[in-house]
T-cell receptor
Framework: TQLLEQSPQFLSIQEGENLTVYCNSSSVFSSLQWYRQEPGEGPVLLVT?????EVKKLKRLTFQFGDARKDSSLHITAAQPGDTGLYLCAGSGNQFYFGTGTSLTVIP | DAGVIQSPRHEVTEMGQEVTLRCKPISGHNSLFWYRQTMMRGLELLIYFNNNVPIDDSGMPEDRFSAKMPNASFSTLKIQPSEPRDSAVYFC??????????????FGPGTRLTVL
């Protein structure tokens, strides 16, 4: 049983399109992190959100933490081929749990 | 900085053999994590250490798996005997926790293990 469910699992879009990835759980987390992983490498932290309702922006990426701190979303505007990778959310509570992952492919 | 160092990067072994994976955390980091990643189960936390002491090993799948951290700069994950279902990419990560503040967790490049 996965504590953090991500959707969609796979996403293939054209360069320039917008997309949103969701991370959902029935559990409350003290913080939530988003990572990006490229083939053959370990995950790299993009952002940490701590406060319910918090919104953080990182260039074309917008991260939102749900009011109840159970879910989060990642929105990418005008996707570029360099955004291709596996996006993972991770929740921090008594332990540290990773989501199921969303594999994004941006086609030039 | 060298980052988290893992060795070997690739390991192919036969069922029943002992496998030892190694990790050198970033200097100054006092927490170390071992993860396993597969297509079916995603990224799973196996065990983590704080100040060289194992804190939570509830993710270790069974007694065939063991992890040690003899000092602040080295950790091993051992599988004995190995089985085909252990095939996965194993990641080590480290971070610094001080004064109630937790820094970012940094991942190593991983060890791709194939058990035939």
């Amino acid at each position: 049983t996965q504590l953090l469910e991500q959707s969609p699992q796979f996403l293939s879009i054209q360069e320039g399109e917008n997309l949103t990835v969701y991370c959902n759980s029935s559990s409350v987390f003290s913080s939530l992190q988003w990572y990006r992983q490229e083939p053959g490498e370990g995950p790299v932290l993009l952002v940490t959100v701590v406060t319910g309702g918090e919104v953080k922006k990182l260039k074309r990426l917008t991260f939102q933490f749900g009011d109840a701190r159970k879910d989060s979303s990642l929105h990418i505007t005008a996707a570029q081929p360099g955004d291709t990778g596996l996006y993972l959310c991770a929740g921090s509570g008594n332990q540290f749990y990773f989501g199921t992952g969303t594999s994004l492919t941006v086609i030039p | 900085d060298a980052g988290v160092i893992q060795s070997p990067r690739h390991e192919v072994t036969e069922m029943g053999q002992e496998v030892t994976l190694r990790c050198k955390p970033i200097s100054g980091h006092n927490s170390l994590f071992w993860y396993r990643q597969t297509m079916m189960r995603g990224l799973e936390l196996l065990i983590y250490f704080n100040n060289n002491v194992p804190i939570d090993d509830s993710g270790m799948p069974e007694d065939r798996f063991s992890a040690k951290m003899p000092n602040a700069s080295f950790s091993t994950l051992k599988i004995q005997p190995s089985e085909p279902r252990d095939s996965a990419v194993y990641f080590c990560a480290s971070r610094r926790v001080a004064g109630g503040i937790t820094d970012t967790q940094y991942f190593g490049p991983g060890t791709r293990l194939t058990v035939l």
